[in-house]
């Protein structure tokens, strides 16, 4: 059965569930509550139509700190929930912290997420249920870097995690690999730190060398629903 007729067949059986679905159409991650609160249900409720949407294999869960999150386990399901046309607002666009800032000692927020799509994008990293793999490609572009694959314990199981972005929903590269991409787009003045502050800058320099390096190209406009 397609994405498009396992949604059809939830929206037919459980028609106040559009709430959640509209919510969940980005592609982030949410708690329970959150949706609940959303779509304005109580949470018994939103956790029963959760469960529908769990056992259709519309819905996943991943978790972050003790806390159970769900988002869409197909990119599909997004397109097929905004050509339902529900109500809803457009997306409001980051600013300072949750545009770009450090999560621990590595880069979060819009950019953070962007940085770490694009990775994958390429084929320098691969996604895990909960950790990223890099890839022979990836060490040869990390090493240009000065991050080498011997800098790192074959074993360490802080080494490329996925950690949950708390503004944008998604996952940003965590863990020392993090750290170390970090660490060396400072010291080469591609971001900035912003003095007293988890803010941080991304000035011209480091917007030329996203777009050279990974063919990212940073704009707030395209944040749209």
């Known amino acids: 059965m397609t994405i498009e007729e396992r949604l059809a067949n939830i929206k037919e059986a459980y028609p106040n569930s559009t709430g959640l679905l509209l919510k969940l159409r980005d592609e982030r991650a949410y708690t329970l509550l959150e949706l609940a609160k959303f779509a304005k249900l109580f949470p018994g409720k939103t956790g029963c139509y959760l469960d529908q949407l769990l056992k259709a294999d519309i819905l996943k869960t991943r978790s972050n700190r003790k806390r159970k999150y769900f988002y869409l386990a197909d990119k599909r399901a997004g397109e097929v929930i905004?050509?339902?046309?529900?109500?809803?607002?457009?997306?409001?666009?980051?600013?300072?912290?949750?545009?770009?800032?450090?999560?621990?000692?590595?880069?979060?927020?819009?950019?953070?997420?962007?940085?770490?799509?694009?990775?994958?994008?390429?084929?320098?990293?691969?996604?895990?249920?909960?950790?990223?793999?890099?890839?022979?490609?990836?060490?040869?572009?990390?090493?240009?870097?000065?991050?080498?694959?011997?800098?790192?314990?074959?074993?360490?199981?802080?080494?490329?995690?996925?950690?949950?972005?708390?503004?944008e929903r998604k996952s940003h590269l965590g863990g020392r690999l993090g750290d170390a991409l970090l660490k060396n787009m400072l010291?080469?003045?591609?971001?900035?730190?912003?003095?007293?502050?988890?803010?941080?800058?991304?000035?011209?320099?480091?917007?030329?060398?996203?777009?050279?390096?990974?063919?990212?190209?940073?704009?707030?406009?395209?944040?749209?629903?």
């Open 187 to 225: 010291a080469k003045h591609w971001l900035e730190q912003v003095p007293s502050s988890r803010e941080i800058t991304i000035n011209g320099k480091g917007k030329t060398a996203f777009k050279k390096e990974l063919g990212l190209i940073l704009n707030t406009q395209e944040l749209q629903e």
């Open 82 to 167: 905004d050509s339902w046309n529900l109500p809803g607002g457009k997306r409001k666009q980051p600013t300072g912290m949750k545009y770009c800032r450090h999560c621990y000692k590595h880069l979060a927020g819009y950019v953070g997420v962007k940085f770490t799509a694009s990775l994958v994008e390429n084929g320098f990293i691969i996604p895990g249920k909960m950790d990223y793999s890099v890839t022979e490609k990836g060490w040869k572009w990390f090493s240009k870097l000065e991050i080498k694959k011997e800098d790192f314990s074959k074993n360490d199981r802080q080494f490329a995690k996925q950690c949950l972005d708390f503004s």
